[in-house]
């Protein structure tokens, strides 16, 4: 069992940066592929970004590459998601997310075993 606490939304203006966090508990964190996904109001749930186990890869949707990373330390059982030039479309709940299979679609909710409860990310223009 693995539970996932989100921290470090806010509300900023268009340009802006933020530093979203997830801290997990248990002893096997390391042993996850981690995502990140959002949602906007109105609209369905997407992929954002995923990291390997042992943080050597990434991926992200398209709307953010380049101005988005991912990051994990694991010895601290976090991962983090850089946010820079943030614009009023990356306005959403950010979800974090873990995944124990061993080699899952990390675009797809459903490859996800365990959720974070979200925070809000609110980019003014």
């Known amino acids: 069992q693995v539970q996932l606490v989100e921290s470090g939304g806010g509300l900023v203006q268009a340009g802006d940066s933020l530093r979203l966090s997830c801290a997990a508990s248990?002893?096997?964190?390391?042993?996850?592929?981690m995502g990140w996904f959002r949602q906007a109001p109105g609209k369905g749930r997407e992929f954002v970004a995923a990291?390997?186990?042992?943080?050597?890869?990434?991926d992200y949707a398209d709307s953010v590459k380049g101005r988005f990373t991912f990051s994990r330390d694991n010895a601290k059982n976090t991962v983090y998601l850089q946010m820079n030039s943030l614009k009023p479309e990356d306005t959403a709940v950010y979800y974090c997310?873990?995944?124990?299979?061993?080699?899952?679609?990390?675009?797809?909710?459903?490859?996800?075993?365990?959720w974070g409860r979200g925070t809000q990310v609110t980019v003014s223009s």
């Open positions: 990291i390997s186990r042992r943080g050597g890869s990434t």
């Open positions: 248990g002893r096997t964190f390391s042993s996850y592929i």
């Open positions: 997310a873990a995944s124990s299979r061993l080699a899952p679609n990390t675009k797809w909710q459903n490859e996800y075993d365990y």
